[in-house]
């Protein structure tokens, strides 16, 4: 095997006479008839890879052209070795999704048939640097990571300086600067400073220093880097790293913008790919065009930068032959591929910059295809984020070149994409938890892809839940494996899953009748807010000042409600004042009459703000009970993503409609019983009929029981967020993570999380608010009354009891959590607990549920023994009268 593999990168050599077909035939039809598979596969491996352009399919067909399968040793590693080529041919014919599958196949096979083989250089090397170039940095780093294990414990310093040199890439990619310079740097010192890895080490230092912008540090890197790579023996390898280090200088001096330089590297870099590379390095190529297309509008040379733009396309997408300035290729022909969206932003600012907007926005739409389809192949939920976040920026773009196409022409059809970009930017993993979630169930005992992942899912939460108790380094690395394998089946799972493209007109028509939906889209530099009803979408306005507002929004929440009432008691007119410019802020534009009962799709900083307590008349008033509060106008409940409600209206409610609370007042854990969650208990329990744990009788198994059995769960405990990102959510002596919430089975339809910060932690960029609420949302859970900050116990207990109060009469949770606030509002003795901190905490997000609870008689079950007594009195009277008539 060892022999076969030294073959790779040179067997186009060894193969230098010319094969014809019938040759061909002859040969493969002597080895079948010898059975010899593994000199079968081998020849035709020679063949191909002779003239990898032309011969490709007839590589790639190679398994599925054999007569039988592998068995003995040799044909297995000539099957490895075939897989091998077949990965590396494919990348070089512009294939990055056949190289992964390829390379992933000859490491899977590999790996069960322990087959001798250089696997960190052949196959772990190659695959992770795919994924680099595909954007998934997650998988990228986890084989890297794999690989420089290897690479050590063999002590193969070549290959460990190689691999340092990769992750240090995807640790650039994913802005990880510190670990990405703190990766180059080892990799400098195990690399021999004779060999050709050097100089790519050398390169990849400079572009860390790029990235921090430290531009002189960056181009005498560089410059040493070129001129090492220039002294060393030319080699297919050598050769490639030193046309990106062309590529990187070229980069350099175009931030630096010196642009004749630049285009001078670009040049260099075009002529080594024609001068070495015969066939292939079309991706590279297509990256200097768009470098070049770049510069070209840089200098306001619109139509030269189009025509580099066009070349970048035309390399990529071969069919692709414009007649003119406005073509782009067929949507049929778009593949996975950052290239290609590179170059269709770059053309879309060419077409703009020559007054085509609608031409322009086309392209836009376009590149936004491209990356839809690159989000399809990732599997990692951290390069989904990172690509949702990129996406957002993107999107902006779009909605501002929609919007002035709006206004210019009122067409709907820009408002419907106004609207398919702001879906398209927010919850689109929670969307896919939902999704996901409800094929699972559906699968039970059908696929056998869902039960493996579902065993795979629960041993990463397992220990998950004990590298959260001590983060010991042997926990990570199971859990780094196990997500791997999970990416693995959830590829699988991605080939044979549902088509993810939104339609705006169905999802309009899915809007409820009663309702309105505001939806916000809070971009960097503006806001949009969108008020769609069923069927169409009926206002859109704009406000500038993004930045601004945004700071306002976080001052705001951080001095009044995250850090206690203090300060909104000692000045309750500045609160009004502030409370109300925000309101004007993002109201000012929007016409509420009419509206009643209205859905919010919180956007970015938007997902903290209490909406139902903002101000909405500037004039003030010192009864802080009569303040015009926008819960006097309006019914307000939240949502996601106008997707994820209407995906969640589909499901239907469970067929019972039991009530279990779970009251902690005390946790076990030495802290102060709060007494205000005991009175919440006894409250509850006075009112609704149902299981009621508290306290020891509240723990971890009986929690996880109540999930699935309940239809309405009440939680009143000690909630937070652990190192600003993981909700925990405090049982008796346990605790509950909000990752433990996936693969749970059927959930309550409608959650109560009496309890601080339930609707809190890590803000993702393009996603939304990481919290205990968006997990049993994406769990199945159809609505969830949350809080915001840390709810004061006793407002918190009084609350419920007007709550659930309503709920038993309206079975409406939204509008019974709406009138508990008003009663509260208007019936304060002291009207200092009329200020929002204590009762605008809690708010209601998701599908409002028909919940049908039991009301507890509890005075005949209180009051058995004296009603017994009672009637037995009675019944002796009555019994005595009748003898004295008698």
Known sequence: ??????????????????????LLKSKLNSFKADDNLAAWIDYRIDYATEKPAERLDLLLSTEKKAWRKAESSEEKEALLYLYINQGYYSLYNGDILGSIDCYEKAYDYQQKNKLVADVEEYILKPLSNNYTRLGDYGRAIY????????????????????????????????????????????????????????????????????????????????SQSISFLKSQKNNELTDYWLLSAYTLAGNIQFNRDNYSSAQSFYNAAIKLIDDKFKEGRNREKAQIFNQLGKIKM???????????????????????????????????????ENRIEEALLGKADALENLKLYKASLDADLMAFEVSEKLRKEFTYSGSKETLQKEGKKLAEKIIDKCYALYQETKDQQFANKILLMSEMSKARLLMDDIRDNERRIAATGKNNLYQQKIKVSQSINYYQKQYQEKADPKLSKKISDLNFQLSAIQKQLNVKGFDEKIAIHQLLNKIDKDKKVLIFFFGEQTIYSLIAEKGKVLTITKTENATKIKAEINDFMKGYFFNGPSKMINNPQLFYQRSNQIFEDLFSKINLKNIGNLVIVKDGVLNYLPFESLITDQKYNPNIASWPYLINKLAISYGFSLQTLVQQNQKGLKPFNNFTGIFLSNTGSGKTEINAVKKEYHQVKNLVKGKFLLNDAA???????????????????????????????????SKFYLFELANQGHLPSLVVLSACQTSDGELVAGEGVMSMTRGFIAAGTKGVISGLWNVNDESASKLMKLFYENLLKTQNPQTSLRNAKLTWIYNQKNKIYALPYYWDSL????????????????????????????????????????????
């Open 298 to 336: 840089k200098q306001k040379q619109f139509k030269t930068a189009l025509n580099y733009f066009d070349q970048s396309l035309k390399l990529m997408v071969p069919s692709f032959a414009p007649k003119g300035l406005k073509e782009l290729p067929l949507e049929t022909n778009l593949y996975a």
């Open 143 to 222: 084989i890297q990571n794999k690989s420089l294990a290897l690479a050590i414990l063999n002590k193969n310093k070549s290959l460990a300086a190689s691999i340092y040199s990769n992750l240090s890439t995807s640790y650039k990619s994913q802005n990880q600067i510190e670990k990405a310079e703190k990766a180059v740097i080892k990799g400098l010192a195990f690399a021999d400073k004779k060999q050709p890895n050097y100089g790519l080490l050398l390169s990849n230092y400079a572009d860390i220093k790029n990235e921090q912008q430290k531009y002189d540090a960056a181009f005498k890197l560089i």
């Open 843 to 886: 708010i209601f997000a998701g599908q409002n549920p028909n919940i049908k609870l039991a009301k507890n008689n509890h005075f005949f079950k209180d009051n058995f023994i004296l009603l017994l007594i009672g009637g037995v009195i009675i019944v002796l009277v009555s019994f005595l009268s009748s003898l004295k008539f008698r």
């Open 699 to 733: 723990n971890l198994k009986d929690f996880k029981q109540s999930l699935n059995n309940s239809n309405v769960l009440h939680i009143s405990s000690h909630a937070y967020v652990k190192d600003n990102e993981t909700p925990v959510l405090e049982l008796y002596k």
């Open 1 to 22: 095997m060892k022999k076969i593999l030294s073959l790779l990168f040179v067997i186009a050599a060894l193969n230098g006479y010319a094969q014809n077909e019938v």
